[in-house]
């Protein structure tokens, strides 16, 4: 059963930085993923890897557009984590950040992709 966690959320003013964790993943998801969402908005993807516990630790990783190179996901196989590294943060970083989790053969930018969802950790980012 997943059971998906987030926590990290915080507020932080513009240029800060923030890292999210997710737990409660297991052997029934093997791509994990953010996804960020405003008021009024849908779901939109930020990062993705698959956590396959591979002999090679290959990973396979994809971000958003808009990421540019300002975030980092990132796992910790052995804590069985996933983390979101978010730096040089800016106010339209404003969100409500869900880790979601898969079983499939590569990652998806689309929500309804996604089986397990977690509820959520706010993360607000002051000018």
């Known amino acids: 059963q997943v059971h998906l966690m987030e926590s990290g959320g915080d507020s932080v003013q513009a240029g800060g930085s923030l890292r999210l964790s997710c737990s409660g993943y297991?052997?029934?998801?093997?791509?994990m993923a953010w996804f960020r969402r405003t008021p009024g908005k849908e779901r939109a993807f930020v990062a993705c890897?698959?956590?396959?516990?591979?002999?090679?630790?290959?990973?396979?990783?994809t971000y958003g557009w808009f990421v540019k190179g300002r975030f980092t996901i990132s796992q910790d196989r052995a804590k069985k984590m996933v983390y979101l590294q978010m730096n040089t943060l800016r106010p339209e970083d404003t969100a409500m950040y869900y880790c979601?989790?898969?079983?499939?053969?590569?990652?998806?930018?689309?929500?309804?992709?996604?089986?397990?969802w977690g509820q959520g950790t706010q993360v607000t980012v002051t000018a």
């Open positions: 297991d052997e029934n998801a093997n791509y």
């Open positions: 890897l698959n956590r396959d516990d591979a002999d090679d630790d290959t990973e396979y990783i």
């Open positions: 979601a989790a898969r079983q499939a053969l590569f990652c998806s930018e689309d929500e309804p992709d996604y089986s397990y």
